[in-house]
Nanobody, 115 residues
Framework: QVQLVESGGGYVQPGGSLRLSCVAS????????LYWVRQAPGKDIEWVSS????????WYEKGVKGRFTTSTDNAKNTLYLQMDSLRLEDTAVYYC????????RGKGTLVTVSS
C-alpha cells in the first residue's frame, strides 16, 4: 500500500520561502515519477511539478517555473519542493502524488502566503 506523507507547510509573507517534504513508502521510489499538486481555496487541484526520481528529470507548471524546485533523496524515499519568491496566489494545500492529476495523493500540507 502506497503512503505519501507531506510536511513543511506554514505561514509565510510574500517573497518568502518554504521547503516541503514528502516521505513515500510502498512504491518503487527510484523508478517512479512523482508529482506535486496543489488546491487553492475554492479551486480544482492544479499540477505544480513532476520529477522522475531515477534521473531527476523535472517539469514545472509555467507559473512556478524559476521559483519552485523539486528534487528527491532516493536514499530516504523523500520528495522535496523548494518554494522561493512565494506569492499570494501560491496559497493552497500542497500534495505529493503518484499521478499528475493528483487522484492518488497524500493528505497534504497547507501553505499560506499572506502579508
Amino acid at each position: 500500500q502506497v503512503q505519501l506523507v507531506e510536511s513543511g507547510g506554514g505561514y509565510v509573507q510574500p517573497g518568502g520561502s518554504l521547503r516541503l517534504s514528502c516521505v513515500a513508502s510502498g512504491l518503487p521510489f527510484r523508478d517512479s515519477w512523482l508529482y506535486w499538486v496543489r488546491q487553492a481555496p475554492g479551486k480544482d487541484i492544479e499540477w505544480v511539478s513532476s520529477i522522475f526520481a531515477g534521473d531527476q528529470s523535472t517539469w514545472y507548471e509555467k507559473g512556478v517555473k524559476g521559483r519552485f524546485t523539486t528534487s528527491t533523496d532516493n536514499a530516504k524515499n523523500t520528495l522535496y519542493l523548494q518554494m522561493d519568491s512565494l506569492r499570494l496566489e501560491d496559497t493552497a494545500v500542497y500534495y505529493c502524488a503518484e499521478d499528475r492529476q493528483g487522484t492518488r495523493r497524500g493528505k497534504g500540507t497547507l501553505v499560506t502566503v499572506s502579508s
